[in-house]
Antibody
Framework: QVQLKETGPGLVQPTQTLSITCTVS????????MQWVRQTPGKGLEWMGF???????EYNSEFKSRLSISRDTSKNQVFLKMNSLKTEDTGVYYC?????????????WGQGTLVTVSS | EIVLTQSPTTMAASPGEKVTLTCRAS?????MHWYQQRSGTSPKLWIY???KLASGVPNRFSGSGSGTSYSLTINSMETEDAATYYC?????????FGGGTKLELK
């Protein structure tokens, strides 16, 4: 069955770079868009961006200048990297997938990984 | 950016009561999608493309709407329905979520 699991650092210092890995099983990354969504106390749920089945990306302009999404299809992993972290970036980061190859909603979610930005 | 405004922010309903949650978009969207989230867990897809129930969602739930106004209705409130519900649009970048409605049991 479809499974997604995020792995993150837990604690990140302000100004540093956040790196999170989403490991998937039950499907191929070359067949589906993979999404990143975060949930913060200040802004709630926010769509961050996605990587298409073909490997191109789309980002929320809110994060565009500091966000990068990539993948390793051989390892069934999707990566989120975001630099210049601020305390407001504290929250839970989710990877998600649509129901079909191109979906405009999120049918499957990982458990999320809590990221705390603090010195 | 399309802003989604959910109302009410919080509400309480008694078992058996009919409940309607509303989501208004700042510009017209093609569809609205809804998620249920319980404390400490990931959001779950609940309703997609405005009115289609996700797998496993009880048929006491329904969704409707068009343009800028959408709603999620529970025909008869049950204990397990207490949760926070979020709407989401994927019609226009950036995709956005509403602020949520926290539904409590009275």
């Amino acid at each position: 069955q479809v499974q997604l699991k995020e792995t993150g650092p837990g604690l990140v210092q302000p100004t540093q770079t956040l790196s999170i890995t989403c490991t998937v099983s039950g499907f191929s990354l070359t067949s589906y868009y993979m999404q990143w969504v975060r949930q913060t106390p200040g802004k709630g749920l926010e769509w961050m961006g996605f990587i298409r089945s073909g490997g191109s990306t789309e980002y929320n302009s809110e994060f565009k200048s500091r966000l990068s999404i990539s993948r390793d299809t051989s390892k069934n992993q999707v990566f989120l990297k975001m630099n210049s972290l601020k305390t407001e970036d504290t929250g839970v980061y989710y990877c998600a997938r649509g129901a079909t190859r191109v979906s405009y909603w999120f049918a499957y979610w990982g458990q999320g990984t809590l990221v705390t930005v603090s010195s | 950016e399309i802003v989604l405004t959910q109302s009410p922010t919080t509400m309480a309903a008694s078992p058996g009561e009919k409940v309607t949650l509303t989501c208004r978009a700042s510009s017209s969207v093609s569809y609205m999608h809804w998620y249920q989230q319980r404390s400490g867990t990931s959001p779950k897809l609940w309703i997609y493309e405005t009115s289609k129930l996700a797998s496993g969602v009880p048929n006491r739930f329904s969704g409707s709407g068009s343009g800028t106004s959408y709603s999620l209705t529970i025909n008869s409130m049950e204990t397990e329905d207490a949760a926070t519900y979020y709407c989401q649009q994927g019609s226009s970048y950036p995709w956005t979520f509403g602020g949520g409605t926290k539904l409590e049991l009275k």
